[in-house]
């Protein structure tokens, strides 16, 4: 909930250390800011909050104006306890803390389903696309599992013999007990805790990107076509919030963030002598046995993307500039030879990528699978509760005392901990 402007409505006053005032029609509402006195960017935005600014408008009048555009309210429920913040909008520049620096120059971007490759001029890096997130997802799994285990235990007559739920007009009212809201709470909390670890490790990805390159470019890639290939590993990522948010900082710093087309320059599957290869996904190396890539040396895939995505232009490779650029500090920087490990001081980028490897190739075979309903473990447990009536003690109790139904909503606590101070 937001105001209009700071003079009516919801309002931030400059009294008693700062204040937002609320005067409704059935109470005044008066709250008190908490400043953190050590924090330098509370300290900047109550600096613009104090100050009153004159401006002059299109009719030649001056008004004073306050250093806060407008106050939104916002409400979270924080482990089960709801609690308000006052958003304050201001004028102005953003503070900018000393540890994030932006380099400004030209770099390119590459964001790929679970990793993500910048390259500048002689500097490339790789990495796991927000690599801390896996783990909640199990969490997210168990509670999800438990509250449809309480909702069929609490609905029987809802259910059909198959474990369908019955048509509309058979249904009667939907019962809730005790333990499933505390369950759905503990749920929320999860993917609360979740999206706000999220944001904070994209953020840090953002300040990464910049601190290499803040005039990029960037492949337009689909994520619709993400989701539908990889469904819930991309969706809890939020790559197009990642996108949005290294375009808006590039922006704010004085670049840009360009998407070029990928039908037209298709970055991922090009070389630089000019062949086209299609790479499946779970191919992490760029091999050609050209001249600029000879036999026996290959290149990280998603870091000569990046290379390739620099030297576009208008949705148009260049391929003169990306031919010069590979030969100057390209081939440095990114080369390196395939039988012996790595080459140059790209150590760090090399271990993830390889650590990642077997993971995708493993969810890429489990896949179809899994949509067969063969003997994949995943296809096994769904096809037995379609089947199952449905409460099913036996396999209550089975899931009970399984490692996966007792111990992780407990390890996910200090999980739900951790994220919890993100959002505040
Ligand atoms: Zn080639």
Redesign the pocket.
Known sequence: MEGKSNAAGIRFRPVEGGRIEWNGTFANLVLPLIVDPNDPVQAHALAIANAISCRTTKDGNVVKESGVKYVRLLSRTIRGEERVFAQLVFRGVPFQKAKHTVQRRRGGLDLGPSHVAVVTEGEAKSFDFCAGLDRKEKALRVYRRRSDRQRRANNQENYQEDGTIKPRNERKRWVESHRQKSTKVELAEVQRAMAAERESLQGAMVHVVLSMANDLSSEKVSKKAWQKLWGRSVGHKAPGRFESRTGLLAKASGGSLELVSTWKTYLSSR???G?RKKKPQSERKHE?G?E??PNGMHADRDEFSAFLAMHCQGDLLDEGKAREAWLSWGADCLLRSSSSDVCGSRASGESSSTTHKPREARQRRARPKEMRGQSGSLANRSGQRRKSVPINIGRRRALGTSPIGLQLPKTSQPGVKNGGPHAA
């Open positions: 070389c630089l002598c062949k050609c050209c600029f890539i």
